[in-house]
């Protein structure tokens, strides 16, 4: 694992396409950004490892797994 320090507003680039940004700290909460292109899944470890556990043990979500958790997610942005 790498660890790194970054203050707000600084970044750190993984690959050439992806860019995680450190928004904001306030005390124990970090705010990130990630800008990643839309075929790179990007999730919360805890969705991800619900949705892992649909799946055979140890094996990663599928594809059809990966899409019932983006739309879930797009029907929780749609406003209300």
């Given at each position: 694992m790498l660890v790194l320090t970054r203050?707000?507003?600084q970044s750190i680039?993984?690959?050439d396409e992806i860019e995680v940004s450190v928004l904001s700290v306030a005390g124990e909460k970090v705010r990130i950004g990630i800008h990643a292109p839309q075929d790179v899944p990007v999730f919360r470890t805890e969705i991800y490892v619900?949705?892992?556990?649909?799946?055979a043990?140890?094996?990663?979500p599928s594809e059809e797994?990966?899409?019932?958790?983006e739309d879930a997610l797009d029907r929780?942005?749609?406003p209300s």
């Open positions: 203050k707000p507003n680039m993984i690959g619900e949705v892992g556990r649909e799946q043990p140890g094996s990663a797994g990966m899409q019932e958790v929780l942005r749609e």
